[in-house]
């Protein structure tokens, strides 16, 4: 019998509810990872399979954090959760800018934090958190809080990753352009009240990826799947960038 490429291994992943995180949760348990899909949104978990333990994860309240790291005791953590605001520095209101700070940087704080302890102990972990080509890789438009915040990502996931690289545990992060997901539907149905049709706001976007396409849930999963298991042992401290080409 052929084994999978994560048998053997725990992962935990926030934000499985939908898009990349729930392709991501299907992905490893079909490499034979045990998996543990959280969400904030218990009604999004339903009909994972068999095989996938969900539960409740509110990545933004510490005891939350805690018991979940303590019921996954986790060799792989993927860190899916954020929100995409919209608008410039202009626009950016307080309690925006405090949300995805929150959201964005000091959840994936308080997941690794509350990870790494368990994981040392057993000997070695690898974390990979959610950037995006949106950040320190390149700018985009009236993107200012989501930019900011996921260029914060790209700095911890480097500073998380030379810390312990003698201990076992890789950190990479993974930087993709623009991604069909429900989320990126409902960004899209919003422009397209702005700019006078859904199609035009759907041409907007497609219109920066020169492939022509946004990518699919499944091929940013695929990447995910490699950073979990042993081929990528030699591989940390790495912002992936898999956006199309767009910021080639």
Request: aromatic residues 6%; contains cysteine.
């Amino acid at each position: 019998m052929d084994m999978g490429r994560l048998d053997g291994k725990r992962a935990l992943v926030t934000a499985a509810g939908q898009g990349i995180g729930r392709a991501s949760v299907l992905a490893m348990a079909a490499e034979g990872a045990q998996v543990f899909a959280t969400d904030i949104n218990e009604a999004a978990l339903a009909g994972l399979g068999d095989g996938i333990e969900a539960f409740v994860l509110d990545v933004r309240d510490p005891d939350s954090v805690a018991q979940g790291m303590a019921r996954a005791r986790p060799d792989v953590l993927f860190n899916c959760a954020g929100f995409v605001h919209h608008g410039s520095v202009l626009e950016a209101q307080d309690e925006e800018w405090d949300f995805a700070l929150d959201l964005n940087v000091r959840s994936m704080f308080r997941t690794m934090r509350a990870a790494l302890p368990g994981m040392l102990e057993r000997g070695g972990g690898s974390i990979i958190n959610m950037s995006s080509a949106c950040s320190s890789v390149i700018g985009a438009p009236n993107r200012f809080i989501y930019g900011t915040t996921k260029a914060a990502v790209i700095g911890m996931t480097k500073s998380v990753a030379v810390d312990f690289i003698t201990r076992g545990i890789r950190c990479n992060c993974i930087c993709p352009g623009t991604v069909e997901s429900p989320s990126w539907h409902d960004r899209v149905k919003s422009l397209g009240e702005q700019v006078g049709s859904y199609e035009e706001a759907l041409r907007q976007f497609v219109s920066r990826q020169p492939m022509g396409r946004v990518a699919k849930a499944e091929e940013i999963a695929a990447l995910v799947v490699y950073l979990a298991s042993d081929e990528s042992a030699f591989t940390t401290g790495q912002p992936f960038v898999i956006d199309g080409g767009w910021s080639g």
